[in-house]
């Protein structure tokens, strides 16, 4: 059945990487998404990677895409306050491509 | 362009009571979605409109959740008597339908509603 998973919770020391998990069960999603969400506030789409791509770069976030183990990461490089949220992972499902997300990793950045 | 619109933003009721939730999604976009999100949990998807149609409300529980989407613009979530275990933050998305897509959905504020 279909399935994300992510660990819960990840702190980090502000200005070193962040790295967040996730594992997904549809091996037919087209694509995978990271949302974020902050307190009080919708999901942001933060970034996306398309199935037949291993990673994609964009500014301070680097996606990995493992489809053999089907396997996501999302890398905060230089992690500010800022980035302190909760992150989601999602996958494509079904002929409407709904959305399966994750329980969300809460990222918490320390001085 | 403006985002997704919804409200109210936070609402209290008793249960058995009835309620209903408002949202105008981003100009120009064809599906809708509504999805219930309870504390510490992502988001699950409740139901799917393609423009006034319905495409997937197989989490619906539709003994008591309704939604309609009338001329293909605004929807509204209604839930009818509500359960304690209806306590949640019902967001609403939207996105384009085009040939090109990446399916990315664009996500209101939510409305956090509370049954006690």
């Known amino acids: 059945g279909e399935d994300v998973e992510q660990s819960l919770f990840l702190s980090v020391r502000e200005g070193d990487s962040s790295v967040i998990n996730c594992t997904y069960t549809?091996?037919?999603?087209?694509?995978l998404y990271w949302y974020k969400q902050e307190p009080g506030a919708g999901l942001q789409l933060l970034t996306y990677?398309?199935?037949?791509?291993d990673m994609k770069q964009d500014q301070r976030l680097t996606v990995l895409l493992n489809k053999k183990d089907k396997h996501l990461s999302l890398r905060i490089a230089d992690t500010q306050t800022g980035d302190s949220a909760i992150y989601f992972c999602?996958?494509?499902?079904?002929?409407?491509?709904?959305?399966?997300f994750g329980a969300g990793t809460r990222l918490a950045v320390h001085p | 362009e403006a985002g997704v619109a919804q409200s109210p933003r936070y609402k209290i009721i008793e249960k058995r009571q009835s309620v209903a939730f408002w949202c105008n999604p981003i100009?120009?976009?064809?599906?809708l979605y509504w999805y219930q999100q309870i504390l510490g949990q992502g988001p699950k998807l409740l139901i799917q409109?393609?423009?006034?149609?319905?495409?997937?409300d197989s989490q619906l529980p539709k003994d008591r959740f309704s939604a309609e989407r009338l001329k293909g613009v605004d929807s509204t979530l209604k839930i009818q008597p509500a359960k304690l275990e209806d306590s949640a933050v019902y967001l609403c998305?939207?996105?384009?339908?085009?040939?090109?897509?990446?399916?990315?959905?664009?996500f209101g504020p939510g409305t956090r509603l509370t049954v006690t």
């Open positions: 549809d091996s037919s999603s087209t694509y």
């Open positions: 999602a996958e494509t499902s079904g002929g409407y491509n709904k959305l399966i």
């Open positions: 409109f393609q423009n006034n149609g319905v495409v997937d």
């Open positions: 100009s120009g976009h064809a599906t």
């Open positions: 998305a939207s996105s384009p339908l085009r040939r090109q897509t990446t399916y990315e959905q664009y």
């Open positions: 990677i398309f199935s037949n791509m």
